[in-house]
Nanobody
Framework: QVQLVESGGGLVQPGGSLRLSCTTSGILFSIYKMGWYRQAPGEQRELVATITSGGSTNYAESVKDRFTISRDNAKNTVYLQMNSLKPEDTAVYYC???????????WGKGTLVTLSS
């Protein structure tokens, strides 16, 4: 059974930092492309950042230079370090493990990040 469990969300003030974690089980983590997506209230889910099995990263323009995605294959975990948070970063953040639409495309249940002054 495949499981992706996000953690680390919470309430933070603008300018603050949070580190999200997504721990997986039931997949060969090291070969999956991992990603973080987010969905703000009333909005569609959008890509935040991805990291390939080889460690190549990609970021949404809105989070470049503020967020960093990383992975620890030994721990089957992907991280999202979020710095200089802004009110528009408020969203539910979802973890994704992707190996192809017909091979493996899995989602966690999300963790809520709320910016509040």
């Amino acid at each position: 059974q495949v499981q992706l469990v996000e953690s680390g969300g919470g309430l933070v003030q603008p300018g603050g930092s949070l580190r999200l974690s997504c721990t997986t089980s039931g997949i060969l983590f090291s070969i999956y492309k991992m990603g973080w997506y987010r969905q703000a209230p009333g909005e569609q889910r959008e890509l935040v950042a991805t990291i390939t099995s080889g460690g190549s990263t990609n970021y949404a323009e809105s989070v470049k230079d503020r967020f960093t995605i990383s992975r620890d294959n030994a721990k089957n975990t992907v991280y999202l370090q979020m710095n200089s948070l802004k009110p528009e970063d408020t969203a539910v953040y979802y973890c994704n493990a992707y190996l192809g639409s017909k091979i493996g495309d899995y989602w966690g249940k999300g963790t809520l990040v709320t910016l509040s002054s």
